[in-house]
Structure formats: structure tokens, C-alpha cells
């Protein structure tokens, strides 16, 4: 006689916040008023979990009132008020607030209003020496009035570009935010992008004003671009005027603005009052099959995307320290400066992620007080490999979150941060996109963490899972779609006067609902599992697979330094799929390396997700904003020619793509 099987025992959170912790998020207190004032549902005593479950319905099943209480509770200041909150809820085409006039640079710059933070710090830079230098509130307020004059005295007016080749430095936010007041349009790229890849991006969007650093440092190494920017100002005939930044101490090039001379005035910010969908900035895609998507995004929006999630998700206000490792060509920056909407005090990092050693980003924190700590999933995985325990060996007290993005944060990573960082650390993986420059799904302050998971669906993100029949699934992977507009997601793209493009991106598959590209599972306690790619999937026999999850297995072997995966349908109707890896220093892809490999594969994951082959390479290509390349190595493989299967621009060592096209090429003559 055989006993009946048992029912799966229930996963255990990692963490859990503390009743105290529940008790002062803003989220609660939030939570509370919406029910008083707003008709939400009132919180459920004792139970975060259903409270957030309550919530979170209500947002999106009532969008407009979500969106009032939030916007009331967040203090956004409508200078002329709102007709009412979504005058339209098709996608794309979605009208937020129509009649509302604000200034996104205004919210930025309140704390300076405040008599008794005026002197305290609004930005801490910090470069390579790891040393942090302050910008005060009033002097953020001082230099942005400064040169928000001068940018209206070259003739700026709302609506024109402007574009920065910065590092990230207090310069490129005291520009960002000049331009806002403004009302032009920000645009910027990370130094280390080469010149075609800016101008692949700026050519697009016409700028009338570059700001231009002459160099900067990175890895303890000076880098001069005073050629790349030659080659700027030469392609870009829209120009007006060039600002330099002398990052390197180079003297201004003839016909240039010294920044110095720019921003010296004791000029009173004046804030030019803009409709809720007036452009604020324009993102761009990785562009690795063309030219990038130049992604234009609204002052309102942004500001009410980035106000909630900020507040009630990341739980930050005055008194926090933000910090998050990015560059000026990743949405992240954009969104690490809106710190600021809430009175945080902002930490520029401007280096390499592990200079002089792995632990620089941890030291970064320990040296300014962070509360808050950004960072890559890929970091962790690699101070993870190095060893390091943070926690040991720095004081990290004040660190009360440790966020991730960029790609999925493996099970080993949770596990890595609860040890060797802090037990009772809230760790917050987030997923979004470039696309709304802010998350899907991620940080909640109230909720438990799950090995491996999101914490749940943000608040006003009517988050899906879909089937190939385009039905809700739960507890099953299911294509990432949202099914009603966000404040963030784009007005246009640049120069898609009838908005194909943009239909096309995300609104081909499923007409009116927004489809993201990756896979998801929601789990039936609310938490979010990413699987990877949708447009890269893997899919076996008809059973579709995450890449993630192979990654996640494969590169918690020492040997393995990296690793890239891809699914290729073959002609005949066969399926092949490689498995490509970097090794560490010293490891040997032999036979028992090979053994190896497939053995964790098929413990850890199924026979399925086994590779038909294992192949050594000399590095992964990923993107200039660090994601690994799959689609245009798919496309590599299945015999597509370089020149068409990607844009060599986009890669961070383009050279590594001749091997897949040969590759690709002899599987074809084969």
C-alpha cells in the first residue's frame, strides 16, 4: 500500500520585517489616510501581507483614486490643477492629469526650502579616491538657478534638447535639473560610449546644448575623450552652444563654455510651468539590432512614478542616504537622482565598480552613511566568488536595504547578503525597465522576502503573467504584460510621428495591453519570479525556460566566471542550444569541468535545461548598460550577417561577435 503524496511544504521567508518596522513605513501610514480620505480598504490589523494584498488591488482596480491619494499624499504641487486624473485609459495613448501644470526640477530642489536642511548635504560625490565630497541643498538650489539662467540666455527654450556626455558627477544632475526648469528636454550618455554610440543617440533627438567632460578616471586609469567630443560637436550641426567640464584639468577647446563661468551667479531657480505630459527626458534601448529606441518620458509622469515608488516602495524621505552604483547612460541614474523629490540625500559614485578591489561599491557605502544601497545582481554573484563579507569587515550600520537590479538576483545572492552583509537586511529585487524608468515589481517595505523572488506587483502596476493564449496565470510562467497605463510609460518615441514604432515595441503581441518581453511567474502569495527574456526563450520539446535560471546554476560553479545561453531553431525543425562560458583564471574546460557543468544543470534544474554543448569562450558580449547580448547571438548563430543582426555600437567589446557569426556560419555550411 502506498501513502498519498504530500503536499509541497510551504517555502519560509528570509526576512520578515519587524512589527516596529510595519509600524513606521510610509506605506502604513500611507495605507491608513488613503482609507480615511480616498476610499482604499482599510488595512488589515496584524497582517501586513493581506493589507499590501488589499492595496494593491485597490490601485489598480481604482487607478484614478490611487493616483489622486498619492500625488495629494506625495505633495505634488499642480500649479494650475488637473481636469481630471486619466482623462483616457487606452495604451498607448493614455492622458494622465490633463489641464495640470508643474515643474519636475521645483519638487527636486524643496528641500532646500527647508530653513533648517538648507545646509545639509543634497549630493555626496565620490570618486575612486572613495572620499565623499557634499553639495549642500543651497548650493544644488544656487548653481541650478545659475545656470538654468544662462541655458535660457542661448536661447533654450521648452521643448529643446539638451544633452550631456557626463560621468556621473554633480554636474551632470545640476544640468539635468537646469533643464527641467526650463522646460527643455535632458538627454545623456556615459562617457565610456564611444562616439557612434552617442551619436546613434543624440543625431536623433538634435540637441542645442552638449555638456562635455574632457576625460574621466576609471579603474585608476585616466581617459581622455578630448577626440570623442571633437568628433560630437562636428556631427551634431544643431549645436548652439558646448559646455566643458574640465573633469581632467584640460583647458576649455576653442569655441566652448567653461561650466565655472555658467554656474557662479547667486541666481533664484525660475521654474517654467509645464503640462503634466511635457517631455522631461529621452531614454534610449540598448539598440542591438538598430538604432536605439529614443524613449521620451513626461515630466508628470516621471514625477509621480518616481515619488511613489520612492516613497512607499523604497520607503526613503529626509534623513536617508541613496545610493545605487550607475552610470549616466542607464535609466538607473535617472532614477537615482530623483532621490531628491523626497529629501534624501543623493551618493554620485563615479568610478569602476571594483576599484581598488570588489569591495569598493560596500566601502562607498560605509563611507557615506548610505541607507539605501543599489547595485547589480552580477555584483553580488561577484563578491559572492571573491569571498568578501562585507559586514564583517565594514560598518555597514546604517544599511537598511540592499537593492538589486539589472537582471534577476540568483537564489545564492539572497543568500550571500542575509549572511555576509546583515541577517536582518531588507533585500529588494526589482525589475523594470527602461522603457517606464522605474519597476514593475520589486520593494515593498512591509512584506517578507522569498529566496529567489520579488517581493510583489508595485502599487498602481496592474501586473500579469499570460499564457500563450493570452489568459492570467498564477503560479505559472506566463509572459510579463500590464494591463493598465503607468504615469512613466512613454508619450512617444522620438521621431515616430504616427507611433508604429512604438505600437510595435510593446503593443504588437497583445493589441492594447502592454507586453514587456520577459518571462514571469506570480506566485500565489504575491511575490514575482523573473525568468529571463521572453524574445531570447528558451523552449525545449514545448516546455519554455528561463535563461536566468541556467545562469543562476551554472555560475555558482567557481570555474565559471560568466555565462550565456541560447535556444536556436533549426531548419529541419531541430532544436539546438549552447551553452557558452568564460572561464575563471585557471580553469580548463576538460572533461570533468564538462561533467560537471551538466551534472548541476540536471540536479538543479531538469535533463531539459542540459546544453547540447558546452563551449569556451573568451568573455560574454553584453550591452554598454552591462546585459548580457542574447537575441543578436541568436540571431548570429542561426546565420544572420553581423552588419544586420546587430549594432556593433551598442556592444561593450563588439569584437567578441565575429566568433558567433563564424560559428553561425559554419553550422550553416555544415
Request: aromatic letters at 8%.
Amino acid at each position: 500500500m502506498t501513502s498519498a503524496p504530500q503536499p509541497a511544504e510551504a517555502p519560509q521567508p528570509l526576512w520578515y520585517p519587524s512589527a516596529d518596522r510595519v509600524a513606521g513605513a510610509q506605506i502604513t501610514r500611507f495605507h491608513a489616510w488613503a482609507a480615511r480620505h480616498h476610499g482604499a480598504p482599510a488595512p488589515v490589523p496584524g497582517d501586513p501581507v493581506a493589507s499590501y494584498a488589499d492595496l494593491h488591488r485597490w490601485s489598480v482596480e481604482e487607478l484614478e483614486r490611487f493616483w489622486a491619494a498619492a500625488t495629494e499624499w506625495c505633495r505634488v504641487r499642480f500649479t494650475t490643477p488637473y481636469q481630471r486624473v486619466l482623462a483616457d485609459r487606452t495604451m498607448p495613448g493614455a492622458t494622465w492629469f490633463p489641464g495640470a501644470t508643474l515643474n519636475y526640477a521645483e519638487h527636486a530642489l524643496r528641500a532646500a526650502e527647508d530653513g533648517a536642511r538648507a545646509g545639509e548635504p543634497a549630493l555626496l560625490y565620490v570618486d575612486e579616491t572613495h572620499q565623499p565630497r557634499p553639495v549642500s541643498w543651497v548650493e544644488l538650489r544656487r548653481q541650478v538657478g545659475s545656470l538654468a539662467a544662462e541655458l535660457r540666455r542661448l536661447g533654450v527654450r521648452p521643448g529643446d534638447r539638451v544633452s550631456g556626455y557626463l560621468p556621473n558627477i554633480p554636474q551632470a544632475v545640476i544640468a539635468l535639473l537646469a533643464t527641467a526648469a526650463v522646460g527643455g528636454v535632458w538627454t545623456s550618455c556615459a562617457p565610456d560610449f564611444g562616439a557612434r554610440s552617442v551619436l546613434d543617440r543624440f543625431q536623433q533627438v538634435e540637441p542645442v546644448v552638449l555638456f562635455t567632460v574632457d576625460g574621466y578616471q576609471y579603474g585608476g586609469k585616466r581617459h581622455d575623450r578630448t577626440e570623442v567630443v571633437a568628433e560630437l560637436r562636428a556631427q551634431l550641426p544643431t549645436l548652439r552652444a558646448v559646455v566643458h567640464i574640465p573633469l581632467l584639468g584640460t583647458e576649455a577647446p576653442e569655441g566652448t563654455l567653461e561650466w565655472s563661468a555658467l554656474t557662479s551667479a547667486d541666481t533664484e531657480p525660475v521654474f517654467e510651468q509645464v503640462p503634466f505630459d511635457h517631455p522631461l527626458w529621452v531614454l534610449y534601448s540598448s539598440g542591438t539590432t538598430g538604432l536605439p529606441k529614443a524613449i521620451v518620458q513626461s515630466q508628470g509622469g516621471i514625477l509621480a512614478e518616481h515619488l511613489k515608488q520612492l516613497t512607499l516602495h523604497c520607503d526613503l524621505g529626509p534623513g536617508d542616504r541613496f545610493f545605487w552604483y550607475t552610470s549616466t547612460g542607464w535609466m538607473m541614474w535617472n532614477f537615482l537622482v530623483s532621490g531628491l523629490l523626497v529629501g534624501a540625500t543623493v551618493v554620485l559614485y563615479d568610478g569602476s565598480p571594483a576599484h581598488p578591489d570588489t569591495a569598493a561599491q560596500w566601502r562607498v557605502a560605509e563611507r557615506t552613511g548610505t541607507t539605501l544601497f543599489g547595485t547589480s545582481a552580477a555584483y553580488v554573484m561577484a563578491c559572492r566568488k571573491a569571498d568578501l563579507h562585507p559586514g564583517r569587515d565594514l560598518d555597514l550600520s546604517r544599511v537598511r536595504c540592499v537593492a538589486t537590479t539589472g537582471s534577476p538576483l540568483p537564489p545564492d545572492g539572497f543568500r550571500w547578503i542575509h549572511d555576509e552583509v546583515a541577517e536582518d537586511m531588507w533585500i529588494a529585487s526589482v525589475s523594470g525597465g527602461t522603457d517606464v524608468c522605474s519597476c514593475f515589481a520589486g520593494a515593498v517595505p512591509t512584506l517578507p522576502v522569498y529566496i529567489g523572488e520579488l517581493q510583489a506587483s508595485g502599487l498602481g502596476t496592474d501586473l500579469q503573467a499570460w499564457d500563450a493564449q493570452g489568459k492570467p496565470v498564477i503560479d505559472e510562467v506566463g509572459e510579463l504584460v500590464v494591463t493598465a497605463p503607468m504615469p512613466s510609460m512613454p508619450v512617444r518615441f522620438w521621431n515616430d510621428p504616427d507611433g508604429g514604432r512604438y505600437r510595435e515595441s510593446y503593443f504588437e503581441m497583445y493589441p492594447g495591453v502592454w507586453r514587456h518581453g520577459d518571462w514571469i511567474t506570480l506566485t500565489s502569495r504575491g511575490s514575482v519570479i523573473i525568468h529571463g527574456r521572453s524574445d531570447s526563450t528558451l523552449n525545449r520539446q514545448g516546455v519554455r525556460m528561463g535563461s536566468a535560471d541556467i545562469y543562476e546554476a551554472v555560475e555558482r560553479l567557481p570555474e565559471i566566471r560568466e555565462s550565456l545561453v541560447i535556444g536556436v531553431e533549426q531548419p529541419e525543425g531541430g532544436y539546438w542550444m549552447p551553452l557558452f562560458v568564460h572561464l575563471a583564471p585557471g580553469a580548463e574546460l576538460d572533461d570533468a569541468l564538462l561533467e560537471k557543468i551538466k551534472r548541476t544543470i540536471r540536479e538543479q534544474l531538469s535533463p531539459r535545461h542540459v546544453p547540447d554543448e558546452v563551449i569556451q569562450v573568451a568573455a560574454i558580449p553584453h550591452t554598454l548598460t552591462g546585459k548580457r547580448i542574447e537575441v543578436p547571438v541568436k540571431r548570429l548563430l542561426q546565420g544572420t550577417p553581423l552588419a544586420k543582426a546587430v549594432n556593433p555600437g551598442s556592444v561593450d567589446n563588439p569584437a567578441l561577435l565575429s566568433f558567433y557569426e563564424e560559428l553561425g556560419r559554419r553550422r550553416a555550411t555544415a
